[in-house]
């Protein structure tokens, strides 16, 4: 990342059967942007269920190791 640049983090809650879970990640302003245009454009309640989306596809059966078997960092 270039000296100076700050990442924006956005506190993502995780909602489970048992209590509410809390944690903070740190974001790229364009992951923040694409996380707020999925809320807008499939009518989500916040952020926050745009990552539990995510979360979700990422366990289902098979899509773990193709999602993160290969490296796609656009920003390293």
Do not use: N
């Amino acid at each position: 990342m270039a000296a100076g640049v700050e990442r924006p983090q956005a506190r993502v809650r995780l909602v489970g059967k048992g209590p509410l879970d809390s944690v903070t990640i740190e974001l790229y302003p364009d992951q923040v942007a694409f996380l707020r245009r999925m809320v807008e454009t499939h009518h989500l309640f916040d952020v926050s269920k745009a990552v539990r989306v995510l979360i979700t596809y990422a366990r289902q059966d098979g899509y773990a190791a193709g999602i993160y078997g290969k490296i796609r960092c656009t920003m390293c």
